[in-house]
């Protein structure tokens, strides 16, 4: 493959939309949470959703001790949570300070301030190594609906980073 369709494929790859989540985790009674894009519905009987997670993240680390993870919808005006749980790691900083959660049924934290929350538990037998990045497919055990609002995409957030607080 030449640079020139290396860079085609990357183009045509980054028109497929997202939307942002605070993608939370428990395990030996330590809690942590990362920024995720790569959040999607799998099957629906039973309710499956997948996610991606880079193998350097300490929410990698987490998930792959516990089996359990949380997915919390952003609203569009959710900037300061995308940053903040999305910047930096919780390996160097407590992220959750001064964000008010709650947990349910698996220990994982959710954000209040969500439009929605998935409680997931990883499917082992179902989960791939995929080099950098680990894919978790989880049995949805619980969520609900929090909030009203616009659910945050990754393309509005990058059009309005700069211009939102
Ligand atoms: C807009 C946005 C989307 C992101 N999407 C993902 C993603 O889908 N998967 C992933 O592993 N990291 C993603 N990240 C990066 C993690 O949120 C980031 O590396 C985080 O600091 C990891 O934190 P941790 O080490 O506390 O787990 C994203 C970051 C941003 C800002």
Do not use: W
Not at 5 to 32: D, P, Q
Not at 44 to 69: C, K, W, Y
């Amino acid at each position: 493959m030449t640079d020139d369709e290396l860079k085609e494929i990357k183009s045509a790859v980054a028109a497929i939309t997202y939307g942002l989540y605070v993608v939370g985790t428990a395990s030996g009674g330590r809690i942590n949470g990362q920024t995720c894009n790569t959040v999607f519905q799998v099957t629906s009987e039973p309710v499956q959703v997948a996610i991606g997670i880079n193998q350097r993240n300490l929410t990698h680390d987490l998930i792959m001790e516990s089996g359990v993870f949380s997915v919390s919808v952003l609203a569009n005006d959710g900037h300061d949570l995308v940053r903040k749980f999305g910047y930096r790691s919780g390996r160097t900083a407590d992220k959750y300070e001064g964000v008010p959660y709650f947990t349910g049924v698996t220990g994982a934290p959710i954000l209040e301030e969500c439009l929605a929350y998935l409680e997931c538990r990883v499917q082992k037998e179902l989960c791939l190594n995929c080099g950098t990045h680990s894919l978790f497919v989880a049995r949805v055990e619980a969520g609900g609906v929090r909030n009203a609002g616009e659910p945050m995409t990754y393309a509005y957030f990058a059009a309005t980073k700069f211009g939102k607080k």
